[in-house]
């Protein structure tokens, strides 16, 4: 049989190889959850705000919820299970409106033609986690 140390830190290093990839895998399904959610919210009524002629698109309330979240990391000690959701939440959010105002669009049916678009770039940002991930497991 084989050194039990070195097995011991064999199996320690697959569990943390488990737990990352649980969290990316979650991580993602909040993200493409959140952009399901926004656009089916979005396509009934229109949760933006107007606040002196300035319309709050919900970009803005994920770039609130991400810089809050990051701040809130920063100076949290312990556990983290509260920020996965909340970023994945907010970054949802973001790239479900990036296109729309990327493309400068107006109105409920121009918005829901940027469906295919937001979904292209949501598989690409999966794709991009997925590669770092792989990238960083195999050093």
């Given at each position: 049989m084989g050194n039990p140390k070195n097995f011991k830190m064999k199996c320690i290093n697959e569990i943390k190889k488990f737990e990352v990839r649980h969290k990316i895998i979650f991580f993602l399904i909040v993200m493409g959850l959140t952009i399901l959610i926004s656009r089916f919210l979005t396509s009934i009524l229109d949760p933006n705000i107007i606040i002196k002629n300035f319309e709050v698109h919900?970009?803005?309330y994920g770039l609130i919820l991400l810089i809050i979240t990051s701040l809130m990391m920063l100076y949290k000690?312990?556990?983290?299970?509260?920020?996965?959701?909340l970023?994945?939440?907010?970054?949802?959010?973001?790239i479900d409106e990036?296109?729309?105002i990327g493309t400068k669009t107006r109105g409920q049916i121009q918005y829901n033609t940027t469906f295919t678009s937001t979904i292209i770039l949501a598989i690409i940002i999966m794709l991009i986690i997925e590669v770092i991930y792989y990238y960083k497991s195999k050093k």
């Open positions: 919900h970009f803005y000690k312990g556990n983290f299970k509260i920020f996965l959701p970023t994945a939440i907010s970054i949802g959010l973001i990036l296109i729309f």
